[in-house]
């Protein structure tokens, strides 16, 4: 690991991240699945780690305000003028 990154803020370094998968019996279940975030390589590098503490800071302030304002995602969408799913995007960061 160089100096510039930074352990996995979603594995924490284990490159690896427990979901649940669906599908046939063999393969459904609580499996351990290579870390989106990192790739499967337990780090990330400084601009990849600025990027997700900036899109977490997003996803805490707007959840905040439409809390503030007692509203579900649904009714926060609607007063928005979006889909449930473009102010989800919106909300967790991944959209502007
Ligand atoms: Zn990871």
Redesign the pocket.
Known sequence: MSYDSFT?P??N???Q?MAFVCGRPEVSGLRALT?Q??KG??S?PEWEMRAYNEQAAKKKQRRAVREALDLSMMEMAKRMGMSRQDYNDYEHGRRD
Request: glycine content about 16%.
């Open positions: 996995c979603v594995c370094g284990a490159k991240t870390c975030t990192c390589v337990g990330i």
